[in-house]
């Protein structure tokens, strides 16, 4: 079964970037979608952005202009680079498969902390 390892977080003061990282991996590992969604303390997960095999990504509104998705389909690696960080942006960002949502079976994440 595949699985999916994030990185790629830190503290970074508002208005920094960081570029976040999920790692693939697994015999059967077969990319169709990927999303990547957001925890901050108190609140509910929230997706942040999604791409899907043709390349189609959609973002939430928070992250629409600021955040980009992309593949390396070579490294089974999706990313997730994130501009103009501010520090409502600070969570524990997830990636996971649309499979994984409807589970409700999550990794570890990787936490991003926005702050001066």
């Known amino acids: 079964q595949a699985q999916l390892v994030e990185s790629g977080g830190g503290l970074v003061q508002p208005g920094g970037a960081l570029r976040l990282s999920c790692a693939a991996s697994?015999?059967?590992?077969?990319?169709?979608?990927i999303y990547w969604y957001r925890q901050a303390p108190g609140k509910e997960r929230e997706m942040v952005a999604r791409i899907v095999s043709g390349g189609v990504t959609v973002y939430a509104d928070s992250a629409q202009g600021r955040f980009t998705i992309s593949t390396n389909n070579a490294k089974n690696t999706v990313y997730l680079q994130m501009n103009s960080l501010k520090p409502e942006d600070t969570a524990v960002y997830y990636c996971?498969?649309?499979?994984?949502?409807?589970?409700?079976?999550w990794g570890q994440g990787t936490q991003v902390t926005v702050s001066s």
């Open positions: 697994g015999s059967d590992f077969s990319f169709n979608a």
């Open positions: 996971n498969t649309p499979r994984g949502v409807l589970q409700n079976s």
